[in-house]
């Protein structure tokens, strides 16, 4: 992907607990074209949280390599770590009051970080007008975060993550703690930063009423990107949209792909399978000794 804002090549990512090591991560190929909405999804434990803090700057990965809007992660010093933080990254707390000031008002808020850029005052006050309007909470310029709900707080916390125009906005599962209706809201507003603002927008979430909202959910398990869904609207005879999915299984570039795990729960398929290479696909099928399960089961994974 030419064009890609990020991309990670063969990341991997081991911890150390009490002397037992933790692979968190291991192999991830990711990319993300500059401007996309994407959902990464996944499992607890599956390494979503872990990719999640790498990209925004948080933590280094153990070997491989990724990149952020030409920021090469693996090879920035402490201090232009904080700039990338600052400048390229902004990033949304799953606890929506987390970040913001509790003594500021809404619009204070959202103008702190260009103060500390160094914005003149004016500039930094349109800035606020023009956020606190696109993402619908003009009104709370002049409350503090605790006089404001749990959605508008975090509609503010988009607006303080993109005050400095970053790049990339991370949302770490931002809908968590609210309700359907609200998580709509906010939901909203980050793609709105998204359509609005061109900035591409990586939520984490385990949410799937969020990730059918995006065009491309990427789906994580065992430390590896394992599918993708792509999703597109398309016009029936009489002119109403409906909504395209298709689930697509992740081939990296050592060749490996891991099958939907329904698919393999439903096939009972275990320890090995037979692959039959066919002129336009290659037939799966559950194996006893290393044989088909049947000798005339077609070229697709079946009982």
């Known amino acids: 992907m030419s064009d890609a804002s990020i991309t990670c090549d063969n990341l991997v990512r081991i911890y150390q607990t009490d002397g037992i090591e933790v692979i968190a991560l291991q192999g991830l190929d990711l990319a993300v074209a500059a401007g996309e909405l994407v959902a990464i999804v996944g499992a607890s434990g599956s390494g979503k949280s872990t990719l999640l803090n790498i990209l925004s700057g948080n933590d280094v990965p153990t070997a491989g390599r990724v990149s952020v809007a030409g920021h090469d992660l693996l090879e920035l ?16 707390w799953q606890q929506t009051a987390r970040g913001l000031m509790p003594f500021l008002t809404a619009a204070e808020n959202i ?16 800035r606020a007008n023009e956020l606190l309007e696109l993402l619908g909470i003009d009104y709370c310029r002049a409350r503090r975060p605790h006089e404001m709900s749990g959605g508008e707080q975090q ?39 998204n359509t609005e603002l061109g900035t591409t927008v990586v939520v984490v979430t385990h949410d799937p009423a969020v990730a059918e909202h995006v065009d491309r959910t990427v789906s994580i398990r065992d430390g590896r990107t394992s599918s993708e869904v792509l999703r597109h609207t398309e016009l029936d005879a009489d002119g109403s949209e409906r909504v395209i999915a298709k689930e697509y299984a992740v081939l990296d570039r050592a060749g490996r792909v891991q099958l939907p795990g329904d698919f393999v729960s439903t096939l009972d398929l275990r320890d090995r399978v037979r692959l039959e290479l066919e002129p336009d696909h290659v037939g799966v099928w559950r194996a006893e000794d290393g044989r088909p399960a049947r000798d005339d089961a077609p070229t697709e994974a079946k009982k």
């Open 155 to 193: 509609r503010c916390a988009i607006a303080v993550a993109v005050a400095n125009r970053p790049h990339v906005l991370f949302a770490d599962e931002p809908t968590g703690e609210l309700d359907s209706a609200t998580a709509a809201d906010v939901f909203a507003a980050l793609r709105a930063t």
């Open 77 to 92: 010093s402490g201090r232009d770590r904080v700039r990338y933080r600052r400048n390229v990254a902004g990033f949304v």
């Open 111 to 126: 103008t702190l970080p260009l103060l500390l850029a160094g914005v003149a005052r004016r500039t930094r006050r349109a």
